[in-house]
């Protein structure tokens, strides 16, 4: 995530399946929240340290007085769904937009009227949330020495760079030179610094807005939109339009206003529920993803009797994910559960106590690169003693394959082991031993190899030849074992 709320992470056609959560003491036949938000299909500050009050995050007046009803079943209906992705995909937009050098901010309005004359409302929408995000800049300074100070859309433009308070200051002000009714929403975020199950949040910390079109209200955070800080805490600008008239039941993930009337869905959530909802990123959304377990808690259970903390995710084909632990590579294994459809996300943290488990996926190009997507927390308890996962090639998690046994690396040499796996697409399977490829083969059925052996005095490593390489005498290494 980044600043003061800002998120690293378009599409629509989404479905917020992961699981939210029931509410502790809610009775048992109840509906959960997760059901009643997938029901109605259609309905940076977040970053600040969350025990800071840095007080420019409260709602406008028009926040009291503005009547809200709940999301309304149109309000994201197919026409509507295209209109937004047309405007967000639209580059003569983004080309023109850019190529401006206003001197004050009544010529941004004048620009942003004549450009969108005769288009509809979303169009001056979406132009002011773009020009913002290229020309407003998150002040990283005001944020990280905590010198923040309101400023008047005039300051914002001639300083060219604030806060969230800043931002959605300018949003509104060029919403309403255009005739766009807007407010200002003040409240909570899950935004930089912050850990599931652990972070309080005492104060609000972010603002936002909401615009009305065609008597129903739309949510919108330019901060986020615009960029956000990287782990480096350097601000990094990146567009990112899933903020700009993002849907209700995926803005509750990490936006919790003051008011609650500004959730936009109905019935609306407590705060504890807030933050018992996984911490994700947009992408998330973008790529489909549900979360199937843990379905209940941001904080995942460490299973002592598997040695392992586990997450299933269920995502579309073109989806591959890894993980880690606070991006500890070797504490995380990632591998396509046949049976359940699932994909099995495992860890092993090194250390005890309070832990942060990374979740990351790509779509697509299988050289792409991953994208930060979910974050759990994990209290890892005492005296485990640590066990690295086998070690793995890209092969294993871009055919789905699955190891069953042993799920540690490092192997007793003497040992009887079996390693028992499910390798798709695969003809044949050889060990080597030291990089020295044994001449043995062994034939698969149903994709499982199970194959009992004893532990040499060098590693051992699987390889596979797949199917679509019949005519090549090639095999692919998959995972390792390495030999104490």
Excluded at 390 to 407: H, M, R, S, T, V
Aim: aromatic content about 12%; proline content about 5%.
């Amino acid at each position: 995530m980044g600043i003061g709320g800002i998120s690293t992470f378009q599409n629509e056609h989404i479905s917020v399946r992961a699981s939210l959560l029931s509410l502790v003491g809610r009775e048992h036949q109840k509906t959960s929240i997760l059901n009643q938000l997938l029901s109605r299909k259609e309905s940076v500050d977040g970053n600040t340290p969350q025990d800071i009050d840095f007080g420019e995050a409260r709602s406008s007046s028009a926040d009291e007085t503005v009547p809200v009803s709940s999301s309304k079943p149109d309000s994201f209906d197919p026409e509507f769904r295209r209109q937004r992705q047309a405007v967000i995909d639209n580059m003569e937009y983004r080309d023109i937009i850019t190529s401006w050098s206003a001197t004050s901010l009544n010529e941004v309005i004048t620009l942003i009227k004549n450009l969108s004359l005769g288009k509809p409302a979303i169009d001056r929408a979406w132009m002011i949330f773009y020009w913002i995000s290229q020309n407003i800049e998150y002040d990283l300074d005001s944020f990280f020495n905590r010198t923040i100070r309101h400023q008047t859309s005039a300051d914002v433009f001639r300083n060219k760079k604030g806060v969230c308070d800043a931002f959605s200051t300018i949003l509104q002000a060029l919403c309403q030179g255009l005739q766009l009714e807007c407010v200002k929403i003040g409240g909570y975020t899950k935004g930089y610094g912050y850990q599931s199950g652990k972070s309080i949040l005492r104060r609000a910390d972010h603002a936002w807005n909401a615009i009305r079109i065609d008597h129903r209200w739309y949510l919108v955070d330019s901060t986020w939109g615009a960029g956000y800080i990287d782990s480096t805490k350097q601000y990094q600008k990146r567009l990112n339009p899933h903020y700009f008239f993002t849907r209700p039941e995926q803005m509750i993930y990490d936006h919790f206003p003051e008011h609650s009337k500004w959730q936009l869905i109905s019935p609306t959530i407590s705060m504890q529920e807030f933050i018992l909802l996984p911490h994700v990123h947009s992408i998330f959304f973008d790529l489909q993803l549900e979360i199937v377990a843990p379905r209940d808690t941001n904080i995942v259970p460490f299973d002592r009797d598997r040695d392992l903390a586990e997450v299933l995710i269920r995502a579309p084909a073109d989806v591959r994910l890894t993980c880690s632990v606070a991006h500890d590579e070797s504490s995380g294994l990632v591998q396509y559960d046949h049976s359940r459809k699932v994909w099995q996300c495992l860890f092993r943290p090194r250390s005890s106590g309070y832990q942060t488990l990374h979740i990351f996926a790509r779509q697509g190009d299988l050289n792409g690169p991953y994208d930060s997507t979910i974050l759990f927390g994990l209290n890892m308890p005492e005296m485990v003693e640590f066990h690295k996962f086998p070690l793995i090639y890209g092969l294993f998690a871009d055919n789905k394959c699955q190891i069953f046994e042993p799920l540690v690396e490092a192997l007793k040499p003497g040992t009887k082991v079996t390693i028992h796996c499910r390798i798709p697409g695969v003809r044949c399977v050889r060990l080597s031993y030291d990089d020295v490829l044994s001449p043995r083969e062994f034939h698969l059925v149903n994709d499982i190899f199970k194959q009992e052996i004893t532990v040499p005095n060098r590693d051992i490593t699987v390889y596979g030849k797949f199917i679509v390489k019949q005519t090549s005498f090639s095999y692919d290494g998959l995972f390792k074992y390495t030999v104490e």
